[in-house]
């Protein structure tokens, strides 16, 4: 998307309404990207699972396999939730990419019960995501 000039002074132009972000610039050439909180459910149901945030930066994603991820799309300074979901079998795990970095040091250890969920929240800053976990639902 090529950013148009910039508006005139205290004005805002909205430039492109793609996907799941709206673009802006305001009037001192700043561009601006807002997520429209869109969701998408992906399920894993191989030991490889790509997650575009393209497709929209709140995810469910249903384990019903152990499955290393691979995220793609994002936008720096952006948030992303992921809400993992045991199937009814449960003990799925996942194998995160070596760009999320953790709280702590160390990927979290996902609650493995059946039909349990947990909520991952990763933060992009252009080179790594920075993630955090809330477990146990």
């Known amino acids: 998307v090529t950013a148009p000039a910039s508006p005139a002074a205290g004005k805002v132009r909205v430039y492109a309404t793609s996907g799941i ?8 050439g700043t561009e601006i990207v807002v997520s429209t909180g869109v969701t998408q459910s992906v399920t894993a149901s191989t030991s490889a699972t790509t997650i575009d945030f393209a497709s929209g930066d709140i995810v469910t994603l249903t384990l019903n396999l152990s499955t290393t991820l691979t995220l793609s799309n ?14 009814a ?10 760009t999320v970095k953790w709280s702590g040091g160390t990927a979290p250890t996902l609650t493995t019960t059946a039909s349990k969920t947990d909520i991952i ?6 080179t790594n995501y920075f993630g955090t976990s809330t477990l146990n639902f």
């Open 21 to 28: 972000y709206l673009r802006m610039k305001n009037s001192s």
């Open 74 to 87: 994002p936008i720096t300074g952006l948030f992303y939730f992921i809400k993992a979901v045991q199937d």
């Open 121 to 126: 929240t990763l933060w992009w800053d252009g």
């Open 89 to 98: 079998t449960g003990s799925r795990t996942i194998t995160w990419p070596s």
